[in-house]
Antibody
Framework: EVQLVESGGGLVQPGGSLRLSCAAS????????MHWVRQVPGEGLVWVSR????????NYADSVKGRITISRDNAKNTVSLQMNSLKAEDTAIYYC????????????WGQGIVVTVSS | QSALTQPASVSGSPGQSITISCTGT?????????VSWYQQHPGKAPKLMIFAVSDRPPGVSSRFSGSKSGNTASLTISGLQAEDEAYYYC??????????FGGGTKLTVL
């Protein structure tokens, strides 16, 4: 069974940093693109970032470019999201997501982790 | 880059069929057959219902079907059931090497 478990969320002040991690199990992690998608409670889904199986391609949404860095460790089956210079509008539930065929579709989602940016 | 356009809400009675539209541009929906649909119940993670415009993952009911015409994709749910009440989101790969989601549609089963 595919499992994606996020950790590292919490409350952070504006301008601060936070590192989210996602532990994957139940599949060959090194064979899949991984993504982060976020959702402000009560609002829609927003794609944030993706990383290719071998880290040779990385892409970001314009809203986070320059402030967020995605990385992965195929030996540890983890994908991470380093978030810097956080703003109030980064407050959301962050989902770790497995992508098929790059970004053709997202077939497995974590349970989500809450990030709150507030003073 | 704007979100894909979905109606805010749709409703139907048990047993009826409903269709949710999702409109984009030639740079996303119209340019690729990479449209997918997700169901999200309150407080839960999204669940893949349709991929590659019209394919269903194993375990998803055949009552769910997808299609695309030009820059608009559609999700049809036939034989509505109470458990279908949820939010539905469309998504498409785009020419900018990112993914766009729709704003979401709340389905109410009357």
């Amino acid at each position: 069974e595919v499992q994606l478990v996020e950790s590292g969320g919490g409350l952070v002040q504006p301008g601060g940093s936070l590192r989210l991690s996602c532990a994957a199990s139940g599949f060959t992690f090194s064979s899949y693109w991984m993504h982060w998608v976020r959702q402000v409670p009560g609002e829609g889904l927003v794609w944030v970032s993706r990383i290719k199986e071998d880290e040779s391609e990385i892409n970001y949404a314009d809203s986070v470019k320059g402030r967020i860095t995605i990385s992965r460790d195929n030996a540890k089956n983890t994908v991470s999201l380093q978030m810097n210079s956080l703003k109030a509008e980064d407050t959301a539930i962050y989902y770790c997501v497995r992508g098929v065929g790059g970004s053709r579709y997202f077939d497995s989602w974590g349970q989500g982790i809450v990030v709150t940016v507030s003073s | 880059q704007s979100a894909l356009t979905q109606p805010a809400s749709v409703s139907g009675s048990p047993g009826q069929s409903i269709t949710i539209s999702c409109t984009g541009t030639s740079s996303d929906i119209g340019g690729y057959n990479y449209v997918s649909w997700y169901q999200q119940h309150p407080g839960k993670a999204p669940k893949l219902m349709i991929f590659a415009v019209s394919d269903r993952p194993p375990g998803v009911s055949s009552r769910f079907s997808g299609s695309k015409s030009g820059n608009t994709a559609s999700l049809t749910i036939s034989g509505l059931q109470a458990e279908d009440e949820a939010y539905y989101y469309c998504s498409s790969y785009t020419s900018r090497k990112n993914s766009l989601f729709g704003g979401g549609t709340k389905l109410t089963v009357l």
